[in-house]
T-cell receptor, first 115, second 113 residues
Framework: AQSVAQPEDQVNVAEGNPLTVKCTYS??????LFWYVQYPNRGLQFLLK??????LVKGSYGFEAEFNKSQTSFHLKKPSALVSDSALYFC?????????????FGKGTKLSVIP | EAGVAQSPRYKIIEKRQSVAFWCNPI?????LYWYQQILGQGPKLLIQ????????DSQLPKDRFSAERLKGVDSTLKIQPAKLEDSAVYLC???????????FGPGTRLTVL
């Protein structure tokens, strides 16, 4: 069975500093990996995904993520955090071998960017 | 392009009552998902439709939850009777068939008292 772990419930970072939100996964085969962001009282918004190819994936709002197969990780990064980045971030994995592209989500990490 | 629509946005009911949620996916999206997001947890898939057929409902508590997508477009998720532990946000998502990116609606926040 596939699973996703987000080891940090909360990440605090000062505005302008780089941020990292961690994600590790467990799935057989070659996974599809995703990051979604959720603002209060809003649905999930897609940030970026890794399917294949370059291990560094660039997404919306200046975010990027690095796929590391040996460490089974897919950490979300941004070089310079903004206060408006404060939100709940979810990592998700899909196993295309199942044929249905179902997403399994981590429990989420609350990012707080301090002015 | 219009996004995934859900209604109502908020619902408060007492335990043992019934409730229904509605979802209208993005036009052309044949695949539709319902997720349950309990506070402090990530979304958990309840059911997946392809057009009007069920692809996977293995995590749907079928003794109280039901879902349908009769014409392959709109979908309704029902809970009857509701329990306290059903308090959660219910998210609907849609995608093109065989496409790996899902688009989410704003969700319905259910509170069961």
């Amino acid at each position: 069975a596939q699973s996703v772990a987000q080891p940090e419930d909360q990440v605090n970072v000062a505005e302008g500093n780089p941020l990292t939100v961690k994600c590790t996964y467990s799935v057989s085969g070659n996974p599809y990996l995703f990051w979604y962001v959720q603002y209060p009282n809003r649905g999930l918004q897609f940030l970026l995904k890794y399917i294949t190819g370059d291990n560094l994936v660039k997404g919306s709002y200046g975010f990027e993520a690095e796929f590391n197969k040996s460490q089974t990780s897919f950490h979300l990064k941004k070089p310079s955090a903004l206060v408006s980045d404060s939100a709940l971030y979810f990592c998700a994995v899909s196993y295309p071998g199942a044929g249905s592209y179902q997403l399994t989500f981590g429990k989420g990490t609350k990012l707080s960017v301090i002015p | 392009e219009a996004g995934v629509a859900q209604s109502p946005r908020y619902k408060i009911i007492e335990k043992r009552q019934s409730v229904a949620f509605w979802c209208n996916p993005i036009s052309g999206h044949a695949t539709l998902y319902w997720y349950q997001q309990i506070l402090g947890q990530g979304p958990k898939l309840l059911i997946q439709f392809q057009n009007n057929g069920v692809v996977d409902d293995s995590q749907l508590p079928k003794d109280r939850f039901s879902a349908e997508r009769l014409k392959g477009v709109d979908s309704t998720l029902k809970i009857q009777p509701a329990k306290l532990e059903d308090s959660a946000v219910y998210l609907c998502a849609s995608s093109f068939p065989g496409y790996n990116e899902q688009f989410f609606g704003p969700g319905t926040r259910l509170t069961v008292l």
